[in-house]
């Protein structure tokens, strides 16, 4: 078996360590040791560069391109998942080796890069989001039409709900679809149209169900969750993480802390509406409202998580906003108050701890499967990160970004 070095450049390997010059050595898709004096048949010249652990981002969409219900409405059914070929191509561009689908990807999807046929970073997938009536995933207009931005298929259940007797039987519908993490909103949003991310939706009973399903089946809980009451329903009942946070007071952060609650900022998300807003992307007059109303609560929220200690893993709501710019939520983070190296810390051993895959992923250490990035400069440095991707490997072969730069030559 060839045995690989990548060698003469900064190993930031996650574990909560600065970064400090040493090589990687690679065999059979497995780290077999992080050091200096090592011996392999092969080696990739890293000089110039850092070395980190595969990114990992904790909530995209990979079957949204924008969200344009207009476009959407003249898009063929079936045409999205053509689409996520190309949004998972550019996300594992960007050195992001796994991600968790925060809803629209079905089984065939996540089989489909299973069994390689396409490329694209490892899937955890929620399916559907479960919503109320009148909630963030419920697409009724007042016209009396209805739709969603993803329409219900064989593959992907129909997740409005209402009372602990049908959300039993929802999430038990979810599993049998092939879900990896459950999603529910307990909270309205921005992009939905007749709801209000201040309130909190869902009651305690509906919620309990939720969790107690979920995890009789083995599986984590992620809430949309903006409201502040639709943040401390979540915590009260188990839920594992908190997906935008935008209304957190200082009670909730409180909770969290106690509870040991995971906060996922998608700071990127409200950004990405107002900017296309501002293109001329035709939106609904509320959802430009409500997107600039909460940017600088989510800021100062998120600010404040951070302060406390609040576990973050980073997610960008990507889909939401374009696939490949997912890097710029690190420099988001970072000025909120997280230091640089924190902010890749949530991006790669925080998120796998997150998604539960920290025994395979995250860090760069014996035994850890070889997802690498090869970053051209300075883990500190966060500015231009997408265009300073050299290299980006899985199971220690290379997959994306710019393998012209990454040079592989044998002893």
């Not at 919620?207 to 992620?222: D, K, N, P, Q, Y």
């Not at 935008?246 to 900017?275: H, K, N």
């Not at 760069?364 to 090869?374: F, I, N, S």
Request: net charge negative.
């Amino acid at each position: 078996m060839t045995r690989t070095l990548f060698a003469g450049g900064a190993v930031f390997d996650g574990t909560g360590s600065a970064p400090s010059s040493a090589d990687v050595l690679v065999e059979d898709g497995l780290i077999v040791d992080v050091g200096s004096g090592l011996d392999a048949d092969d080696e990739v010249d890293c000089a110039g560069t850092t070395v980190l652990p595969g990114l990992i981002d904790s909530h995209v969409h990979v079957l949204f391109s924008g969200v344009n219900v207009l476009r959407m409405m003249q898009t063929p059914f079936s045409y999205p998942f053509y689409e996520a070929v190309h949004n998972l191509r550019t996300t594992l561009d960007t050195g992001i080796t796994n991600v968790r689908d925060a809803s629209g990807a079905d089984l065939g999807v996540a089989q489909a890069l299973r069994d390689g046929l396409i490329a694209g970073p490892r899937m955890q997938i929620s399916i559907s989001m479960v919503s109320q009536t009148g909630g963030h995933g419920d697409g009724w207009q007042p016209c009396g039409a209805v739709m969603p931005l993803l329409a219900s298929h064989p593959g992907r259940p129909s997740t409005i709900v209402d009372g602990a007797g049908d959300m039993r039987r929802v999430v038990r519908e979810l599993v049998r679809a092939g879900a990896d993490v459950i999603k529910v909103a307990t909270s309205g949003g921005v992009l939905s149209p007749r709801d209000d991310p201040r309130h909190g939706h869902f009651r305690d009973a509906e919620i309990a169900v939720l969790v107690e399903e979920a995890t009789a089946a083995g599986l984590f809980v992620m809430a949309h969750a903006q409201a502040t009451d639709g943040i401390k329903v979540a915590i009260r009942n188990g839920i594992r993480s908190i997906e935008h946070g935008i209304y957190l007071d200082d009670q909730a952060i409180e909770m969290m802390l106690q509870a040991g609650t995971w906060l996922v900022p998608t700071l990127s998300a409200p950004r990405a509406v107002i900017t296309m807003a501002d293109s001329g992307v035709p939106m609904p007059a509320a959802v430009i409202s409500k997107a600039r109303m909460v940017l600088e609560s989510h800021d100062d929220s998120v600010g404040r998580a951070i302060t406390a200690g609040v576990k973050i893993a980073m997610g960008t709501d990507s889909g939401v906003g374009p696939h490949g710019d997912n890097l710029s939520e690190l420099g988001l983070m970072a000025n909120l108050g997280m230091s640089a190296l924190g902010a890749w810390h949530a991006s790669t051993a925080s998120a796998a701890e997150l998604l539960g895959i920290s025994d395979e992923f995250g860090t760069l250490e014996p035994g850890k499967r070889a997802d690498l990035l090869v970053l051209e400069g300075s883990a500190s440095d966060l500015v231009n990160l997408r265009d300073r991707v050299r290299a980006v490997y899985q199971d220690g072969s290379l997959v994306g970004g710019a393998p012209s730069s990454a040079q592989e030559s044998t002893h």
